[in-house]
């Protein structure tokens, strides 16, 4: 995977005023397009959007303060229509626009070409196993909200909270699949998994696919297939957040396997009262590599 993300960066550095074939790419690498996101994402701290998009606006920074062409022949070799569209690309990475810098000669924010290298880490094993289940639904009450990658998510909180006591008792009774239990559900996840994108959060339990969904709740249906299942202990949701993370650079670059798209689900087994510490498991629908 280190070596396929490499060829991701050169493929996006000598394509960079093209439209890029980040699915060809992927096939010819052996793997998908979703997961190659998810992992550059999840390495790169962020999505792979936002860094073709500063990278392109580093390289067109050079040509504006160069000053040997005007700004529209600038914008249109850079996959722009108009100075206009061009310039509000131009002012988002850089702060300035295109005819300020070239007065000024700044300021600039170059984002430099990002190499993953391999390091030495895994010294904490992974407790994981993997799973095949049977297609499966999940019900309860859903809702979008922004990702946010760092601590609680208050749009959730907010979510959750809105729910009578008596609901999670509800829920809990109608559970009969595994994972058990109140589950906290991701669905409809940007590949890039970009901070603030939204996303659809399900408050609810997991069901056999014949189980009847009452018509007060959401569904999400779930095809059959293999999942990574990840133990986690510990301060919530810190180490919830740094298992997540840990898939991806460490798990998923150890082991024959990659994430397929589906809901990442996480079922609370054991929770202090104030919900400062939790036991969780974390499923990540995966297929092999």
Known sequence: MIATLNRLVDHVERHLTDELDIGGLAAAAGTTEYHLRRMFSSLAGMPLSEYVRRRRMTVAAADVVRGTEDLLSIAVRHGYTSTEAFGRAFRAVHGAGPGEVRRDGGPLRTQPQVRFRLTVEGSSPMDTRIVERPAFRLIGHAAR????????????????????????????????????????????????AAEGSELTYLH?????????????????????????????????????????????????????????????????????ADLSTATCELWLPVEPA
């Open 204 to 272: 609810g339990v997991a069901v056999t696919q014949d189980t009847p969904a009452p018509e007060d709740l959401d569904t999400v249906e779930v095809p059959a297939g293999r999942w990574a299942v990840f133990h986690t202990a510990g301060p919530f949701p810190q180490e919830l957040q740094s298992t997540w993370a840990a898939t991806a650079t460490e798990w998923f670059p150890s082991n024959p396997w990659r994430l397929r798209p589906g809901p990442s689900i996480v079922a609370m087994l054991d929770r202090a």
């Open 145 to 192: 909200v922004p990702l946010i990658h760092h601590g609680v998510n208050p749009h959730i909180q907010r979510h959750i909270a809105a729910l009578p006591p008596q609901e999670h008792a509800r829920l809990k009774s109608l559970s009969n699949a595994d994972p058990g239990g109140l589950l906290q559900v991701s669905d409809d996840v940007d590949p890039d």
